[in-house]
């Protein structure tokens, strides 16, 4: 049986296809759109027009048996711009959403309206954390109580931190329909388009990730029809039994993270990438003393130590997606551990790019100082630092640490 880490002709031309689109649509747009803070739907439109964006190339990726076309597509859009790039991939959570509790005929039904089509693109938003339920996912109070006599269910409750709320086409929405069982009583709903009672006022202005769109989502006795239930009121009726009867029942929204972690780690380690390799650029043609800075220990060892950290991060989010992909548990917390390191590395490497340039770096004349916000984000988003030390030392230990 052979091993290798060298990527196939397929990844390699899949690779070089997007690292094309963000060096041609991506990054000569980001510098605008950080700036306006608004959503760059003529960039959304390209990839859609060269098949890019879609839900067909999305199952294309994911049909992929080693799990690396999805972590290398995320590496080089995030690579071109993080926000313009989770403007583009921020969809693809509340498709992870679907995909991890809906049934084939809901997938079908629902994953197209995601993303629209070519000539007219569509977003959508997965709508899990509350303003006072991020982490704790046990805090969730956002209601869905099934109304029989019309085989419906009512949502009541506010979202908080909703990439593409409230502008998405479709909302999927986590919320809790038996409170005594905890996140065990929890399910996810879709929510179709122009349902009235969701509503979202105004955005969140962000420290990074600007072009992506963040809102609060309001619900306001919104009815949703039964079949909009993810994997259906038998389905879930069976699983609430189980955890009444003290039986193992997952939380859906925490199998929607499961599934995403590697992606996000990809899409940190784009960041990092860029920045690492902005600051080589620098390092080698400015100059004091009367030598490139490259040629100082101090600055040359940093970067050795950022392409290492880089290089480890990809390694970790490969396994990681690859044990995904193929249904490998993460028996040590796999998942997790990709996201922390790449958070952390992201953090670090774009902090560091900022400090080989110095004041250049600074300043919004080059693009370090958008990286360096953009990349904070990766250590608090899609569970925090503090959450992937608590799954990996719960895994690791076989104890449940409070």
């Not at 583009?88 to 089509?117: H, K, R």
């Not at 070519?118 to 109070?141: I, N, T």
């Not at 202005?205 to 989502?217: E, I, M, N, P």
């Amino acid at each position: 049986m052979s091993f290798s880490l060298e990527l196939t002709e397929e990844h390699r031309d899949l690779r070089d296809w997007v690292h094309g689109f963000a060096v041609k649509e991506i990054r000569p747009a980001a510098a605008e759109w950080d700036e306006r803070e608004e959503t760059p739907w003529p960039v959304i439109s390209e990839a859609a027009r060269i098949g890019l964006y879609g839900f067909e190339t999305l199952a294309t990726f994911w049909a992929d048996e080693t799990g690396l076309s999805l972590p290398i597509v995320n590496e080089e859009l995030f690579w071109g711009d993080g926000g313009i790039g989770m403007a583009i991939f921020g969809t693809t959570l509340a498709v992870a959403g679907i995909f991890a509790s809906g049934t084939p005929d809901q997938l079908a039904e629902w994953v197209p309206q995601c993303y629209g089509d070519a000539d007219d693109p569509k977003v959508a938003a997965f709508c899990s954390s509350e303003p006072d339920a991020g982490s704790d996912v046990a805090a969730m109070r956002t209601r869905a109580v099934y109304d029989e006599a019309t085989d419906e269910w009512v949502l009541n409750g506010q979202k908080a931190w909703a990439t593409n709320g409230g502008i998405a086409n479709v909302h999927v929405v986590q919320a809790v329909v038996d409170p005594e069982l905890g996140p065990k009583g929890q399910a996810a709903f879709v929510v179709p388009p122009g349902t009235p009672g969701l509503s979202s006022p105004s955005k969140i202005r962000k420290h990074g990730l600007r072009a992506s769109h963040t809102a609060d989502v309001y619900l306001d006795d919104v009815r949703v029809p039964g079949r909009c239930l993810l994997g259906g009121k038998e389905k879930l009726d069976e699983r609430l039994a189980r955890a009444r009867e003290g039986g193992r029942s997952s939380s859906q929204a925490m199998r929607t993270f499961e599934l995403s972690r590697p992606t996000v780690g990809a899409q940190a380690l784009g960041i990092a990438r860029a920045a690492y390799e902005q600051a080589l650029e620098y390092a080698g043609q400015r100059e004091t003393f009367g030598r490139p800075i490259i040629d100082n220990q101090g600055v040359a060892f940093t970067l050795a130590d950022m392409r290492t950290e880089i290089d480890a991060a990809r390694l970790l989010v490969w396994r990681a997606a690859w044990m995904g992909r193929n249904e490998v548990p993460f028996e040590a917390g796999e998942g997790s551990m990709s996201k922390l390191k790449a958070g952390r590395v992201a953090t670090w490497v774009t902090e560091r790019a900022v400090q080989i340039l110095g004041g250049n770096g600074y300043t919004r004349e080059y693009p370090v100082e958008r990286m360096h916000r953009d990349a904070k984000i990766y250590d608090i988003f899609e569970g925090t630092e503090q959450i992937q030390q608590l799954v990996v030392a719960r895994a690791v230990s076989g104890r449940h640490i409070p």
